[in-house]
């Protein structure tokens, strides 16, 4: 959408400059519906002397001027804070995270709004939502690959104290691979991630990402006091229903909403989420079945169980069974990993049998 302040903006009018590194800035990129990053930014596609190309992510200020000041410190602040994470998953080479190739600032005297504050990332050929569209072409063993890769790039910000909070189609990309000569998938968009010690103005969110996948106990607008339980056990619902609409079409919360009577629905229910609790496990026992029958019939049962656990309506339930034998919250994805990778191998070489 236009603003008032589009043409004294320099965030929005950045085609043929040179920044550092040798890379020029082509073409804006328009924003299309449930696109990612698209928060508080302008996005380019640029190319270095080498050819090769990227995507170019500058703060737009402009965008809350008439929201206030909290607004601006908000964006700014989130900005900040996303390009601090990607320079320290950058530095720790997270193979399935996508991150900052560089970073910088400048300012265009021209514009009256001239500061500019950029990030360029590495240019993923598209998401998988593309990909699903494209059923004829990707096949189960391929979507069982985009999952380990999507389940490895959680485990690896888990392992760094970082939670997502924001899984969906957009935010997971594909990228060619040249070793194989097909795609590997990799975790994006880290703007509302939350880093254990780095406070963030997004924070005090009870629903962080996009609520259209947001796990129940958010939609329900209710914050567990655990911090493990809030940040990393949303992670782990936002997985599993990740899981299941690579695989059926379905999200977990439109299973969910299917089966919930409408007074016990996140948009009308009053009461607290414990209280709703029950009726929210009941819906879910009814949807598993139709979840597990959902899935197609050459790929492994197990991969309904990994949903079952991860998508539990109770936070304190969710993870792996074997990881929470001995009581207790433990949102370990090791064994998450394990057994998708498992179900993978089994997949790919039942494939190859057959052909």
Known sequence: MSSPFDDYNAALHLEGRELDGGWRVGTRMRTTSGATGGAFSAGYLVTNERGRCGFLKVLDLASVLNQGVDAVLDATSAFVAERDLLVMCGHRKLSRVVTAISHGQFKLPEFM????????????????????????????????????????????????????????????????????????????????????????????????????????????????????????????????????????????????????????????????????????????????????????????????????????????RRGHPASRRCGGVDYSLARVVTEIDLIAHRSMLLSRAAA
């Not at 997502?164 to 795609?183: C, E, I, V, Y």
């Not at 990799?186 to 103005?201: N, Q, T, W, Y």
């Not at 567990?224 to 690579?246: I, W």
Request: aromatic share 10%; hydrophobic share 40%.
């Open 113 to 316: 709004l001239g500061d500019v504050n950029y990030i360029i990332f590495e240019l993923a050929s598209h998401d998988v939502r593309v990909a699903l569209s494209q059923a004829e072409t990707l096949t189960n063993v391929l979507r069982l690959e985009y999952l380990r890769n999507l389940a490895v790039g959680l485990r690896q910000l888990h392992s760094n104290e970082v939670a997502h909070q924001d899984l969906k189609p957009s935010n997971f990309l594909l990228f060619p691979d040249d070793s194989n000569g097909r795609h590997v998938g990799k975790l994006a968009d880290l703007g509302r991630a939350f880093r254990k010690g780095v406070p963030a103005s997004h924070d005090h969110l009870i629903a962080p990402g996009d609520r259209a996948y947001a796990p129940p106990e958010q939609l329900y607008r209710y914050a567990f006091p655990e911090e493990m339980v809030r940040r990393f056990g949303a992670d782990l619902y936002q997985l599993g229903s990740m899981a299941s609409f690579m695989f059926t079409g379905m999200t977990m919360n439109s299973l969910l909403a299917s089966e919930l009577a409408p007074h016990h629905h996140w948009d009308t229910y009053g009461d607290s989420y414990l209280d709703v609790l029950p009726f929210l496990e009941n819906a879910y026992a009814s949807v598993i079945p139709i979840l597990k029958q959902s899935l197609p019939g050459d790929v492994d049962s197990r991969l309904g169980g990994i949903i079952e656990f991860l998508c539990q309506p109770d936070p304190r």
